[in-house]
């Protein structure tokens, strides 16, 4: 880990919110092929379990660890109709905040931040919250996630139940 | 509530039917928590999820909090998580590692074996508390089978080896998968859902819906160049390509076919997958290697412990009632012991595409058992589930129905006293000579 003080940060906090709004209201639009465009391919994808939130997905029994080929099959199947916990698709409305730069060095920075997600189906409302930790890779004057952790601030799926949008 | 029917089962016509009412009547669900969550032997934890001494998971169980633990002299025991004095909860965590439970309300303590230490104010008491009361209670039975622990609030029950009968042999085949014993993996899928728990009973032996519920799976599973369940061309130890449906007294039932091509495999878990094929070969055959490694297999062991082994992965659940309508799941994933971190990791990525609340398959089950709870307001006007499919049929197919069948009798036979005839025999799909020794 580089120290702050001997790479000062040239990335802005608002230049990150601008990236993580604009993820946001891609998949809150359902524009998930977009959305897939902004990972590079050896990225991760992963939601730990909820009684193990710093557990490596990949070494114990989360509930996401998508590589770049299964977050493709994820996006794919959420597009079909018969993706039937999907359909038709809920609605979520999510909130970023509390955005911080962790680290900064010149391949990449990590990032974490909060969310807030409502979601809508059926008549009823759910709400899923926690924390996001991020790594971004600098790219054409914006970012690529390299790293995307959602980590559940519940101690259990209760009673939201599923994960079957992308949180 | 008197004599009403709960099931049909006319032999002449082949034809079964649940009562819709059994899926939404409260007054079932109290009978359900006398007859079947307090007479039955009910799944509690596997031995690996509390390794070391003072160890504990804390649990609730057919409605009754427990804590699995082990006590300082490594002994498992199974406590009631409830104070003597006033009712408390003696641990709140959810996991740990602790020698002494105190009871935050007034402060009793109990050491991890059970026994009532230490009670602030003794002194004031004219009959001591440890010496009345002495410790914390036990359900009636605890037994474990092949590290898997469970419990039994009647103390008349038979004992646990009795009830699980030949359906122990598909514990078997998971347990041995090493020649180091299994163990669950740390990490659980800890989900509701807004349906009764009988309904996810029926879907985890449920085949039938395989290829409407989950098309999108099987699709991806062909663009990674992996054949879907029922649809290869092997039988595997008379488990023909279709696979087939086997049930077991007490209301165990299993459904098995010849196992699928594995997505994604490496060549490095290839591998990995030979030697332990090959270490089972060596211990207990060939027969007994091809049906643990050559079928994939759904058993449930009633009431509600599913164990689930479709080769690239294997998990446990278990699930109880929070009311007719609400179910609260535990999920579990199974590993050998003694296989390498790049065969762990395939094993999670793999697994977890399928099973639990983010993957890609089980949020579509709960969706469809949730609509069914909902097209149960109906019942008034459609008052009957139907459980026929494959009836009459010499050997049932795994999308069949036989597996549900068998467990709604049992069902029945506790709720209504009403005993009706199985259909066929047990199947198991090994020779067992050799495995019992
Ligand atoms: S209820 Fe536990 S000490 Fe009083
Ligand atoms: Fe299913």
Redesign the interface.
Known sequence: MTSLSETPSITTRSAVEEFLFHEAALIDRWRLEEWLDLFTLDCTYEVPATDRPDADPGLTWSLIHDGRTMLEQRVIRLKKPEAHAEFPHSQTSRIVGNVQILDETDESISVTANFIINRAKAGKFDTYVGRYDYDLVPRNSSFMIRRKRAVLAHDMLDPQGKISFII | MTAEQFVIDDRENNLFRVNREAFTSEDVLQRERKEIFGKTWLYVGHESEIPGKNDFQTRDVGGRPVIFNRDRNGDVRVLLNTCLHRGSSVCRH??GNAKIFTCFYHGWAYRNSGELVNVPGNEDYKSEPAAVYKGLKSPAQVDSYRGLYFVNFDPDAPDLLTFLGEARYFIDLAADQSPEGVAI??????????ANWKLLVENSIDGYHAKS?H???F??MM??GATPPMLGQDTVNGVAPAGMGTEFPNGHATLMYPANGLP?ATDSVKRTLAGLRAQAEQAFGENYANAMFGLARNSVFFPSLILIDLSFGLTLRTFYPVSASET?VT???IIPKGVD?EF??YR??NA??FW???G?A???D???LEQAQKGFGARGEIGWSDVSKGMGKPVPAANDELQMRSWWREWNRRITGEQLPTEGTSFVPFDKQGVDA
């Open positions: 959810s996991s993996l740390e990490g659980t899928h800890k989900y509701s859902l807004k519920v098309h999108t799976y699709e991806m663009e990674l994604l609260l999920g579990w994933q971190e762990v990791k999670i990525n977890l595409t639990g609340p983010a890609l089980t949020p579509d709960v969706e469809a």
